[in-house]
């Protein structure tokens, strides 16, 4: 059963109240309603891939209500100052270098070490972060491959039954998704979207790269590469070969286990800090095998993880 809370006093307090619960709540911004959850939670962060059934951990964007509250995660650069002071609050997204002991999931970050934020304008987004006090993940409250939604219907239409709430603040204004920077040292452009790429130009007063989503596209792999083991890697393992470290699930009982009852959200809140586990077990030159991991749910973004990081490497 999914909530439709009202745009008031008593709907804001009850969904700050759901997300320290660490339950889903679905909220407007200026752009596209986000799928919130606390950043912090690794299983909140994990209900959210599930919720949106995605096939990968793309990492999330981080919602704060202030500069301020942002350079608690984030290490603030320059030019991201700049572009910030200009452009915050509203559809503005800075990919930052995560601070050490920010407290924020592997998850949202897909264990990157930078973290995108985002200060949202809507004054619903605002209040709710404000009452809530710790930062929101929330990629757009779509489910996987369909189109974002601008209005608490369409949120309902993809994910009613698999989110706790909508808060229903009418239609998003921008209806575009925010523009996402990498600021410091060079400036690049990661996705466009409601900032245009000429008014980011104009405050810094020089040229921003295309990058990303932007040029030439940045496959899932290239990604990977950042957050990959320092193991070697071998998946749907069910016995470890000599020198092995394993990792089990379920009935695979293993060294350390993503789920020993065998629960894939569970598993998939647990699986970057296993990752780094595993590989401090396995040490210099170590193998990490895998148990077999269910294809479906969020046993796909699982499957998907551990086939990249047992690709061969770059
Ligand atoms: O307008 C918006 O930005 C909406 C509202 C809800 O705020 N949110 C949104 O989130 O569009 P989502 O999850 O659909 O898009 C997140 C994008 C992804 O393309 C992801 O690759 C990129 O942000 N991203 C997140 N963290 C990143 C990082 N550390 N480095 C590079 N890209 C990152
Ligand atoms: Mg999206």
Redesign the pocket.
Known sequence: MTVTLAPDDIGIAAAARLLGQGMLVAFP?E????LGGDARSDPAVARIYAAKGRPGF????V?LPDLAAVEVIAEVGPKARALAAAFWPG?L?L?LPLRAGAGVSPLV?AG?E???V?V?AHPLAQRLLREFGGPVA???ANPSGRV?PTQAAHVLEGLSGRIAAVLDGGACAVGL??T?VAADPHPVL??P?GVPVEALEAVLGEPVALG??AGKPTSPGQLASHYAPEAGVRPDAVNALPGEVLVGFGPVQGDISLSPSGDLVEAASRLFHILREADRLAGPGGRIAFAPVPEEGLGRAINDRLRRAAAPRA
């Open positions: 911004t752009t596209v309603y986000g793309n990492p999330l964007i919602h559809p997204t990919v970050t990157l930078t973290v995108a985002r949202p929330a990629p757009s974002s998704e925010s996402i990661l996705r979207g990303g989503d």
